[in-house]
């Protein structure tokens, strides 16, 4: 399996070859908990999320993405924003593909299924909120969390 390289604003990263829209959803129980995975390919903690796919919608992707690398079923609720930043590129050594950042970040509760490991996640936990930045990620994950826990009452478009 290939390795995730995430760069920001990194004169040395490669350059970016495609723009794939993808979501990330934040899932909070009835204790206020955010659903979190840690990743096979880089070892981060994260969001579950991924790729949308042809002939679904954002929703329905955020839906699909949660499942597979978590088991536990949602419903979307909202949105945190938008993510765009050129700055932050993707590389995923397997097919050497390097994304530019385009994801959607979404909310969600929890409707059924366990948490449960995937071949994209390595742990999956439900945390406390205020312990949910302390896991060791990305600039742009912890970004995506801490606009979700300001509570903002508009998204983010960045």
Request: with cysteine.
């Amino acid at each position: 399996m290939g390795r995730r390289i995430d760069y920001y604003d990194d004169p040395d990263a490669p350059k970016a070859n495609s723009l794939v829209p993808s979501v990330n959803v934040v899932v909070t129980n009835d204790e206020g908990e955010i659903l979190m995975i840690r990743r096979t390919d880089n070892d981060n903690w994260a969001l579950p999320g991924g790729a949308i796919d042809l002939g679904e919608s954002i929703a329905e992707a955020g839906v699909r993405e949660t499942r597979e690398e978590t088991g536990v079923e949602c419903e979307i609720t909202g949105l945190v924003g938008l993510y765009s930043d050129p700055k932050h590129l993707i590389h995923y050594t397997s097919n050497d593909e390097v994304r530019q950042e385009f994801s959607i970040v979404l909310t969600a509760r929890p409707t059924g299924g366990e948490p449960r490991t995937s071949d994209e996640s390595r742990e999956v936990v439900w945390v406390p909120a205020d312990e949910a930045l302390d896991r060791r990620m990305d600039r742009s994950m912890k970004a995506r969390i801490g606009h979700y826990l300001e509570g903002r009452e508009r998204p983010v478009i960045a």
